[in-house]
């Protein structure tokens, strides 16, 4: 059984960092990528970063950027996100995501989700 599980969110002032984790079990990163998405009030679902262990392959949004970091423990099966110099508009719930590529395309499994709210 595929099962991934978010941890680190919370609230943090702007310009300050959070780091994200995704324990996953049920599969290896050479069998999908791997990545976040978000969901911000009132709006839709976006891919934040993904990437493939395969080809190395990687994914950022624009709007991160500079600013946010994925990375990954293949011993440990679990992929991070690093996010620094946070932004109010970042304020969303992250999820974890195993796909079919690195673009943040094709997800074929969701974690449950970890809500981050940057204060102003």
């Known amino acids: 059984e595929v099962q991934l599980v978010e941890s680190g969110g919370g609230l943090v002032q702007a310009g300050g960092s959070l780091r994200l984790s995704c324990a996953a079990s049920g599969f290896t990163f050479d069998d999908y990528a791997i990545g976040w998405f978000r969901q911000g009030p009132g709006k839709e679902r976006e891919g934040v970063s993904c990437?493939?262990?395969?080809?190395?392959?990687?994914y950022y949004a624009n709007s991160v950027k500079g600013r946010f970091t994925i990375s990954s423990d293949n011993a440990k099966n679990t992929v991070y996100l690093q996010m620094n110099s946070l932004k109010p508009e970042d304020t969303a719930v992250y999820y974890c995501?195993?796909?079919?590529?690195?673009?943040?395309?094709?997800?074929?499994?969701w974690g449950q989700g970890t809500p981050v709210t940057v204060s102003s």
């Open positions: 995501a195993a796909l079919q590529d690195s673009q943040c395309m094709g997800v074929m499994f």
């Open positions: 990437f493939s262990v395969r080809d190395g392959s990687t």
